[in-house]
């Protein structure tokens, strides 16, 4: 399969490139950036070609894989799919409802293939964990945590993480970066969510409170702006069955994660995180936010 890369940032550099180049069944076409000496240096290391457009890319490929913010992307997609590409996309789909559902007709319209690319539903071991609870099934509530240290505190200490300097994290904050890790892990488990609560913390954070169409009910608290000690993820499930809790040591590493979609993208089996699912999780967030206004 002949892809383009969209995007040259430190995910794309990390993650997207190094899966899509070692990948046997890819042909990494090119890369195309918003800022062209990046998109040379991305094409160098991943020995393959810049380009100059995004539209000369997508006439080059059969899919395109993005990593990009997602108001970048949400326009981007939608002429991919719209071109007859298939697209390997970065969640969050988008951070308007508008936006995200544009692309998903767009995808089913040219009847293309789509995969938001959500770490643990492609991580192979994480992705049977939640399998296996939504194969149980009766649970009666749930949580899924999401202490993230991006953001250092404000006491003069310097950013480690290569995603601090993102804008679009700095705006959209927690909710909108690993709020959609949480939701990809509640909703194959627990239903549809059917009604959406929020609540403010300290910075960025948010208190997400879900009902689900199963009956169950969930929360998950959402933040990038944890103290490095107090940084991690923690998901469990409580019911009859007991509690289930996530093993840490199930989720891999994200380039494994990512060359797993890519398999997915390139074997054309369908896969319940495709672009509709991405816009579900958006207005679920979208909701969200409305909430907290």
Known sequence: MRVGLLGTGPWARATHGPALAAHPGVDLVGVWGRRPEAAAEAARLLDTRPYADADALIADVDAVAVALPPAVQA?????????????????????????????????????????????????????????????????????????????????????????ADSPWRRDKGGLWDVGPHALSVLLPVLGDAVEVHAARGPRDTVHLTLRHESGASSTALLTLSAPPQAAGVTVEFRGAHGVAAYPQDLGGSATDALTAAVDALVSGEPHACDARFGARVTEILAAAEAALD
């Open 75 to 163: 326009p981007l997609a939608a002429r991919a799919a719209r071109a007859g590409r298939h697209l390997l996309l970065d969640k969050p789909l988008a951070t308007t409802v508008e936006a995200a559902r544009e692309v998903a007709d767009a995808v089913e319209a040219a009847g293309v293939r789509s995969l938001v690319f959500f770490t643990l539903r492609f991580a192979p071991a994480a992705a049977r964990w939640i399998a296996e609870q939504a194969a149980t099934g009766d649970w009666f509530t749930a949580r899924a945590d999401w202490y993230g240290a991006v953001f250092p505190p404000d006491d003069g200490t310097t950013a480690t993480s290569p995603f």
